[in-house]
């Protein structure tokens, strides 16, 4: 067992009960294949909590500044994650992301680029969306309800796979398809916030 497997397991253990968390749409992610999860970006575990409910191990872009410590680069690399600069346009990141999907592996992606101060969805950033069209990756928008507080019931909404085919073909621009990605994901907020 990978020590990504047993961290994952642990971490599960110890977030579903605490925060009650409840995981919808499993299905809905493909067993195998290319395949980017986003999912609307609220706190720093969401990582966790999207690694832990996900029925495939995913690969995280994670900013830059936290590789810099050398005990934390080597515990977040054997975790699946990767460094991306922050701002600006990193190469060397995309190809990597790239090469992942091309691989068949998934790659987890919150679009915002940031965490949401007021638990709102904000706008996407483009590169999700240079993601979903460079690649023939399934595309699984995610949704995270509610506040991570102890006792309070959070919710993990999988959806179904985002179509990008015709985009693909149309040679649409990166924001357009980020645009319909942020859609799915809010409309899954929309739907599943209220019950």
Same mark, same amino acid.
């Given at each position: 067992m990978s020590f990504y497997t047993i961290a994952k397991n642990i971490v599960w253990y110890i977030?579903?009960?605490?925060?009650?968390i409840k995981v919808f749409g499993k299905e809905n992610i493909p067993n195998d294949g290319p395949l980017i999860i986003c999912s609307n970006h609220i706190s720093n575990i969401d990582p966790p909590v999207v690694g832990g409910s996900s029925t495939?191990? &995913?690969?995280?872009?994670? #900013?830059?500044?936290?590789?810099? $410590?050398?005990?934390?680069?080597?515990?977040?690399?054997?975790?699946n994650a990767f460094p991306i600069k922050r701002g600006m346009s990193d190469r060397q990141a995309l190809r990597?992301?790239?090469t992942l999907l091309k691989d068949g592996r998934a790659l987890g992606l919150f679009p915002e680029g940031t965490r949401s101060k007021t638990g709102q969805l904000g706008e996407g950033l483009s590169g999700i969306g240079f993601f979903a069209l460079r690649s023939e990756a399934a595309v699984v928008p995610c949704? &995270?309800?509610?506040?991570? #507080?102890?006792?309070?019931?959070? $919710?993990?909404?999988?959806?179904?796979?985002?179509?990008m085919a015709d985009l693909r073909m149309e040679k649409a621009t990166a924001k357009q398809a980020t645009d319909r990605i942020m859609e799915a994901i809010r409309q899954l907020i929309e739907k599943n916030s209220s019950n």
């Amino acid at each position: 067992m990978s020590f990504y497997t047993i961290a994952k397991n642990i971490v599960w253990y110890i977030f579903k009960p605490m925060f009650r968390i409840k995981v919808f749409g499993k299905e809905n992610i493909p067993n195998d294949g290319p395949l980017i999860i986003c999912s609307n970006h609220i706190s720093n575990i969401d990582p966790p909590v999207v690694g832990g409910s996900s029925t495939r191990d &995913i690969h995280f872009l994670a #900013k830059e500044e936290l590789f810099k $410590k050398k005990w934390l680069n080597k515990l977040l690399t054997s975790l699946n994650a990767f460094p991306i600069k922050r701002g600006m346009s990193d190469r060397q990141a995309l190809r990597q992301a790239l090469t992942l999907l091309k691989d068949g592996r998934a790659l987890g992606l919150f679009p915002e680029g940031t965490r949401s101060k007021t638990g709102q969805l904000g706008e996407g950033l483009s590169g999700i969306g240079f993601f979903a069209l460079r690649s023939e990756a399934a595309v699984v928008p995610c949704a &995270i309800i509610g506040p991570y #507080k102890i006792g309070r019931k959070v $919710k993990v909404v999988y959806g179904e796979p985002i179509e990008m085919a015709d985009l693909r073909m149309e040679k649409a621009t990166a924001k357009q398809a980020t645009d319909r990605i942020m859609e799915a994901i809010r409309q899954l907020i929309e739907k599943n916030s209220s019950n």
